[in-house]
Every structure is written in C-alpha cells, then in structure tokens.
T-cell receptor, first 113, second 114 residues
Framework: GEDVEQSLFLSVREGDSSVINCTYTDSSSTYLYWYKQEPGAGLQLLTYIFSNMDMKQDQRLTVLLNKKDKHLSLRIADTQTGDSAIYFCAESGPSGGYQKVTFGTGTKLQVIP | DVKVTQSSRYLVKRTGEKVFLECVQDMDHENMFWYRQDPGLGLRLIYFSYDVKMKEKGDIPEGYSVSREKKERFSLILESASTNQTSMYLC?????????????FGPGTRLTVL
C-alpha cells in the first residue's frame, strides 16, 4: 500500500528557517498535505499542493514538491516558538480512494528560544 | 467553521470492558474516519464510513467495530478493551467528490486501558 515517511524530530532556533521533509511511494498521489498538531489537540490542515505544482507559498510557509523523487518539503521561515508542534505529511489519490488519506509518522518540531 | 467533537478528552477503562468513543460533526460530511495515533507510528486508520450504515475496514480494524446510524455521528467500539489499545483516538470527517480531501479532526480522546 501507500507509504509516507518523515524524520521524527527537528530542532531549530527561534528566527531560523525550519525545513521538514517527507517522502512518499504512491506515484499516482494527487494531493499532498501538511497538517499541524499542537499539544493536546487534533490535526489541523496547514496547506496542500496539487501534484502538478512544484511550489506553493503561503506567508511564512513554502511547500516544495519533487514529483520525480516523490519528495515533499515544508519550509517555515522565521520560525517562532508557537510553531512548536508535530507536523504530518499526507497524501491522497485514486489508488487509495480520494477520500482516504495516508499520513506520515509526523515530525516533532522543537523551537528553541 | 467545521466542528468535529469527541465525547471525551480522557478515558480510563479496565481490561475487558466495552468502550464506546463517540464522534459528531456538524457540517453534513459524508465521510468519517477513526484513527489511532501512537508515538513513532503516526496515524493509522481503523475504520471509515462513506455513508450512513456503511463502513469499511482501514489498516488496523482488529479489536474494533464501528456504528454509523446517523450521518453526523460515528462511533468506535472496543468490544473487550485490552492494554495494547491504550492510545490517542482521533476522529475526522470530510466531504465526498474529487478535489482536496481535507480532513477535519476532533480534539482526540486519550484512552488508557489498565
């Protein structure tokens, strides 16, 4: 089945940029997502990218997609302590059914003041 | 705003008890999902439902069942709770059709089975 992989931890200093990486296996993935989970809460969609796009920017967030390598990244500029959370990469597409989303293991981002 | 609510934030049960986790969404979404979240394993899909009275197994259905009698409500049932079912349980909903499948999540229920 589909697989989505991420590193488990990332630690950055406040004000630096954070880059969270993700790889996936399903070449037919149509949408790729980044979700954020703050402590004690459910997941919340941060942004998504359609598979025919290479990049999407939304304020401090930049998503890069390398479809050939099946690699997705999320860059957070000027990282703040409020960005400390777990970030999940996810994908959906026809092979899993459009409504079914496959999530990665999550990357815990720690921002050091 | 889509709202997904879960009946309990924290729950402590004993081994062998029958456990009900309730999820309600207020946006008339057709699709609802139950996941469990464990450290290092991410989210794993237990069951999902495309419509009332419809259910499909996810990746880890063993030891669980579900019920969807009304569109807005999706219940997860642990028939006989075991310690390995101690976990965070997350409910989500989404609407049908091609297009983004943004999932709207509830706050989660942290279940401890003693």
């Amino acid at each position: 089945g589909e697989d989505v992989e991420q590193s488990l931890f990332l630690s950055v200093r406040e004000g630096d940029s954070s880059v969270i990486n993700c790889t996936y296996t399903d070449s037919s993935s149509t949408y790729l997502y980044w979700y954020k989970q703050e402590p004690g809460a459910g997941l919340q969609l941060l942004t998504y990218i359609f598979s025919n796009m290479d990049m999407k920017q939304d304020q401090r967030l930049t998503v890069l997609l390398n479809k050939k390598d099946k690699h997705l990244s999320l860059r957070i500029a000027d990282t703040q302590t409020g960005d400390s959370a777990i970030y999940f990469c996810a994908e959906s597409g026809p092979s899993g059914g459009y409504q079914k989303v496959t999530f990665g293991t999550g990357t815990k981002l720690q921002v050091i003041p | 705003d889509v709202k997904v609510t879960q009946s309990s934030r924290y729950l402590v049960k004993r081994t062998g008890e029958k456990v009900f986790l309730e999820c309600v969404q207020d946006m008339d979404h057709e699709n609802m999902f139950w996941y469990r979240q464990d450290p290092g394993l991410g989210l794993r899909l237990i069951y999902f439902s495309y419509d009332v009275k419809m259910k499909e197994k996810g990746d880890i259905p063993e030891g669980y069942s579900v019920s969807r009698e009304k569109k807005e409500r999706f219940s997860l049932i642990l028939e006989s709770a075991s310690t390995n079912q101690t976990s965070m349980y997350l409910c989500a909903s989404t609407t049908s059709g091609e297009g983004t499948d943004t999932q709207y999540f509830g706050p989660g229920t942290r279940l401890t089975v003693l």
